[in-house]
């Protein structure tokens, strides 16, 4: 893996203005060469890897192949399997006299369960547990709830299943070609076509959890109310009910890129110039419902009836099997992208000592799509039940069902920037160097803001980015450390969570950031012991961040601290080089506090946790034996809070979501 943080990214990859991560595969040598891999732990994991590759003609063809398996229950207690899938990738590269071509291909079909806010209880400045529900391994997204099966307006039924989460499937293929053109002139060229198939299904808390009494009395306007279990048609009176959003998403994603570039290598540096071209499409369709369960973290679906009325009677029921709000909103939608841009970046060294770094990108991208507008319906006249006897008439769950329309909403958007980024590295000894980076970037708006605008699309601008940070860096054998002073601004940073009734936050700020990092390496003792440090300063604000909100008050959060970011934090990590083959470390990660909305609200802040982690290898020969633990103390830390659903007026509870709760894994590695 290869990493490029902040910087230099806008000029090697378009929308980077924060950095990239780029993953390296494997290549064959002509050593058959391989690694196998058995992994397990507390919940339910069984994972293999296995990794293979050679020479299928000596110095001339390589080959590797190699994946993974893994199927888990989750760390939070979903009653399924809440992980399950794999990946296979492989290549082949033919290298000649001047150059190599490479292809490659890569199959992704995975399962994964995401985990949304839960309930807990403000207890001071600390958030403790919610009763009913285990803050480390409850979550709402429970095998009881999983099904939803509900017919639509329009014709048919809409059916989905929670257990299959986030799930894509993803196919890649790629290639590679490099040739060297004589007098210190090289081109590379690079091509790749991605197909993505994602089908999204989570449990979206919609708002905090309410009294029985108080959901019927105050949000449905019932005076006599009736609760029972779907599963057992039971009567209950449960202490505390729970709305969720049933949400389901599906995408349809296609990408073609190819980017070109020439170098030029001299006696002080190398010239690189390139052009990118990048045609993508992305097709999603929304079919979102309500249903109510019981507040505990092994929910149960609730139906909610009149008991004044007779079954018979129009708006007898609340829900159908659970239901609250069956189709409450659809989306159809489509977004393209054309991306065509040209860089130039330059490495010089002036001196041995001194080095300079310059780049620049130029932008010109064209976006363009569509929305279905949609209008509202229910099946009171469907000729459907809802239990074999009685009509929808009986029912207002399938009141103010979404339908798509016949009407398009067309939209085309442009963008036209100059990235660029101007560094310089000084070697003051071996030991000891500093240097300095500006930085000048932007990242295209995201569909949301688009879809949010569609026809006020000059309101909708690309977030623009500058940034500076120097830095003073030692190396020695003993001892690394680096000290980086930065400053960064944003502008036209967008905020377009979606609210649980469908709606969208739509709004528009900038920040500023000043801080600095601190990094560090040690190794005492004859490398016996090893510590890893890092951690960071900083004081990121919002500027000139004023408006209206979508109740039509205004709002001033100029000032105010940048959400769900601390001020500080850090994170360390000891080690023992017990014996040559035999380590063991812990870890400590410290989270400042932080506040949850822009407002700064003291009935919003995100509490500061530290979590620890421990581990322990073992290496035998080609074979390594290996345990790691997470949130070993089992800390309700909170990663961020509920942007559907702030505090509850004069209630202690809270919705958030916290990191996982205390978790181990072993594993035995083969290399052959």
């Not at 000891?574 to 812990?586: C, M």
């Not at 074979?623 to 990663?639: L, P, S």
């Not at 979501?657 to 035995?668: Q, T, V």
Request: proline residues 3%; hydrophobic residues 35%.
């Amino acid at each position: 893996m290869e990493a490029l943080r902040g910087g230099s990214g806008s000029i090697y990859a378009n929308n980077s203005p924060g950095g990239l991560i780029n993953f390296i595969s494997k290549e064959g040598t002509n050593d058959f060469k391989g690694s196998a891999k058995l992994e397990t732990s507390t919940y339910g994991l069984i994972r293999t890897d296995l990794n293979v590759g050679g020479a299928l003609v000596k110095d001339k063809l390589f080959f590797n192949i190699g994946g993974f398996y893994r199927s888990d229950d989750g760390i939070r207690k979903t009653g399924f399997k809440a992980n399950n899938g794999g990946q296979i990738r492989m290549n082949l590269k033919y290298v000649f006299d001047k150059g190599y071509v490479k292809v490659y291909y890569k199959k992704l079909d995975d399962r994964n369960t995401f985990f949304l806010p839960i309930p807990l209880t403000q207890d001071g400045d600390k958030l403790k547990g919610f009763a009913g529900f285990d803050p480390n391994y409850g979550t709402y997204s429970y095998r009881a709830i999983s099904q939803l099966n509900i017919p639509q307006a329009g014709g048919g039924f809409f059916s989905r299943n929670l257990e299959d989460g986030i799930h894509p499937k993803v196919d890649v293929l790629g290639a590679e070609f490099k040739y060297d053109l004589g007098g210190n002139f090289s081109v590379l060229n690079k091509t790749r076509y991605t197909n993505i198939d994602m089908n999204y299904t989570g449990i979206f808390p919609a708002g905090a959890p309410q009294t029985g009494a108080d959901f019927a009395a105050k949000s449905m306007g019932m005076t006599n109310y009736q609760y029972s279990m779907v599963s057992s048609g039971a009567v209950v009176a449960p202490q505390f009910v729970q709305k969720l959003g049933f949400w389901a998403i599906d995408k349809q994603m296609n990408n073609f890129v190819n980017d070109l570039q020439f170098n030029y290598k001299f006696d002080k540096g190398n010239v690189t110039a390139g052009f990118y071209k990048s045609n993508w499409k992305s097709h999603q369709y929304w079919n979102w419902s309500n249903i109510l369960a019981t507040a505990t973290d092994r929910p149960e679906l609730l139906n909610l009836v009149d008991p004044s009325l007779s079954p018979s009677s129009v708006g007898y029921s609340k829900t159908y099997n659970g239901v609250l709000n069956m189709s409450s909103l659809l989306r159809d939608s489509q977004i393209q992208g054309s991306l065509n841009d040209l860089y130039l970046n330059l490495d010089y060294n002036v001196t041995d000592a001194l080095s300079f770094n310059g780049g620049i990108r130029y932008s010109r991208d064209y976006y363009r799509g569509y929305k279905v507008n949609t209008t509202t319906a229910n099946l009171n006249n469907s000729g459907l039940t809802v239990d074999g006897t009685h009509g929808f008439d009986t029912t207002t769950a399938d009141e103010n069902m979404n339908v798509l329309g016949n009407q398009f909403t067309y939209w085309y958007y442009d963008i036209n920037k100059v990235s660029y980024t101007l560094a310089s590295n000084y070697k003051i000894n071996r030991e000891n160097a500093v240097y300095a980076r500006f930085s000048h970037g932007f990242r295209s708006p995201n569909e949301e803001a688009y879809y949010n605008n569609i026809g006020k699309l000059d309101a909708v601008k690309p977030v623009l980015t500058n940034q500076l940070e120097v830095g003073y860096k030692y190396y020695s054998r003993t001892f690394d450390i680096a000290v980086i002073p930065f400053y960064s601004a944003l502008k036209n940073l967008s905020f377009t969570d979606v609210y649980s009734d469908g709606t969208s936050e739509n709004k528009f700020a900038n920040t500023t950031n000043f801080g600095f990092e601190i990094e560090g390496y040690a190794r005492l003792f004859n490398n016996i012991f090893e510590v890893t440090f890092n951690g960071t300063i900083q004081n990121p604000k919002y500027k000139d961040f004023t408006g209206r909100n979508a109740d039509g008050t205004t709002f001033d959060y100029s000032g105010n601290v940048v959400r769900r970011i601390p001020k500080f934090y850090f994170n360390i990590s000891p080690a023992v080089n017990i014996t040559k083959e035999w380590r063991a470390y812990v870890s400590m990660n410290y989270y400042g506090k932080r506040f949850q909305n822009e407002g700064n609200t003291d009935d919003n802040i995100l509490p500061s946790f530290t979590e620890f982690g421990a581990g322990m290898s073992y290496q035998l020969g080609k074979i390594r034996f290996a345990v790691d633990g997470t949130n070993i103390f089992n800390t309700i830390g909170i990663t961020e809070g509920d942007p559907r659903s702030q505090t509850v007026t004069g209630s202690s509870i809270r919705m958030a979501r916290p990191i996982m709760g205390a978790a181990a894994r072993a594993s035995i590695t083969l290399d052959f």
